[in-house]
């Protein structure tokens, strides 16, 4: 019987194997409902269309922070469908 290490995030109750990913995910979290609450402040905005903006917007934040100083044409890479790879793990694989 093998034993594998588990980190929770509280925010959203994702499951990572690796401790780094788990804090790197609960940070994207954070700025994600900093951004949501940012848009609600400024906006008349749907609470859902705002969590989605700011997930979107923290989980591609390297590619705006390259856009905002100066190389709008790497926007191009945040694709509508695409979302950047997660280490999340479904708990009931990692107990199966």
């Known amino acids: 019987m093998s034993i594998t290490p588990m980190w929770r995030v509280d925010r959203d109750g994702s499951m990572f194997t690796d401790k ?4 790197e995910h609960d940070r994207m979290l954070e700025l994600a409902d900093g951004i949501t ?3 609600e402040a400024h906006f008349e905005i749907n609470e859902q269309l705002a969590e ?9 934040k390297d590619i705006l922070a390259k856009a905002f100083k100066g190389k709008p044409e790497v926007l ?6 695409g979302e950047p790879e997660d280490n999340t793990v479904d708990i009931r694989e990692a107990v199966a």
């Open 20 to 23: 780094k990913a788990a804090e």
């Open 37 to 39: 609450g940012m848009l």
């Open 52 to 60: 989605e903006i700011g997930l979107l917007m923290s989980r591609n």
């Open 76 to 81: 191009q890479d945040i694709q509508k469908s």
